[in-house]
């Protein structure tokens, strides 16, 4: 099929992008990479009357360090996030993960921004940034505004942005030393959307007590925080029994869907098995950063 038709809008500033989604709002729908957006129009399954390509916004494109943050531009390409040695050393969880989205070719189109915005449950963008405690930062006409990515995803592909909102930013707290991080991911093919995953980052005290866990999970309606898990985790010597009773308060917690993909109790056990291969690699990955 197809597209209905619309109206191609292309930008060559952030406040002419935000003045025309001012102006059309609800009935406009931003264009970056176009690797989700595409084939929602194809299929129809979106009909905006506007189309706003934020393309030639090269502004929005771009890697920096900014004191103790992290900061990843909109419009960066994922591919230039998974090549960068600068997101390696300071947010290697997103490194490790950003190689499981689809293959290199949707990768080169595909944008930070534009995976985050469409949120798709099982997407490795928004379940490593909630792992990590990343920000988003929102532009419109009326002001800029920073969420916590924590706050910014909700169930089924949706998000807290305003209809005339741009988001502008990702920002992410560079790791700490001493943190190790790990990631796992099961999908039926190299490249296809996982059918659960999960990503953690854990900080050890000189003596091997974790000081801080951070747990999060997709195999949900939206990517999910894992504190209970994360609670058996702090205080404790990281040894095969403590990553086993986190990894099933894991599997405790998480909310799984089911679908013609996998069931609710497959995936719950995959949260299981995953968390714990996650968590032996965080923790052996944090002894080798000591
Ligand atoms: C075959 C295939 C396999 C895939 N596998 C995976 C996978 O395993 N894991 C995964 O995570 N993804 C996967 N994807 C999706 C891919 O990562 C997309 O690139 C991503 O979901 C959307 O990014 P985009 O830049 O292409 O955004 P677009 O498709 O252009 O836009 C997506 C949505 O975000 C909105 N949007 C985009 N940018 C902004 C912005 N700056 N501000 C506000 N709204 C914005 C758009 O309006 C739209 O609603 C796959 C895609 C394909 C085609």
Redesign the pocket.
Known sequence: MKPAPFVLDTPTSVPEALDLLAEHGYDA????????????LNFRL?RPDHL?D?NKLTE?AYIRLEGDHLALG??T??ADVEDSALVDENAPLISMAIK????RQ??N??????????N?P?????LTLLCLGAEVR?ASVRGTRTVPVSEFILPWLATT?EAD????EIRIPVQQSGTGIGFHEL?RRA????LAAAATTVRLAADGTVVEASLAACAARVAQKLPTAEAALVGQVPSDEVIAAAAAAAAGEVDPVADIHADADYRRHLVKVLTTRALRDAVDNAKEMK
Not at 100 to 103: E, L, R, S, T
Not at 165 to 168: T, Y
Not at 191 to 194: K, L, P, R, T, V
């Open positions: 729908k931003i264009l970056a990479g176009g690797q989700s957006l595409v084939p929602m979106v706003i934020i929005l909109a419009l390409r994922q499981n989205i689809a293959h949707i990768r189109r595909g944008t930070v921004g534009g995976s985050l915005v469409h798709d099982s997407a490795e963008m928004p929102l942005a909102e741009l988001l502008v999908a490249g296809d959307f996982a």
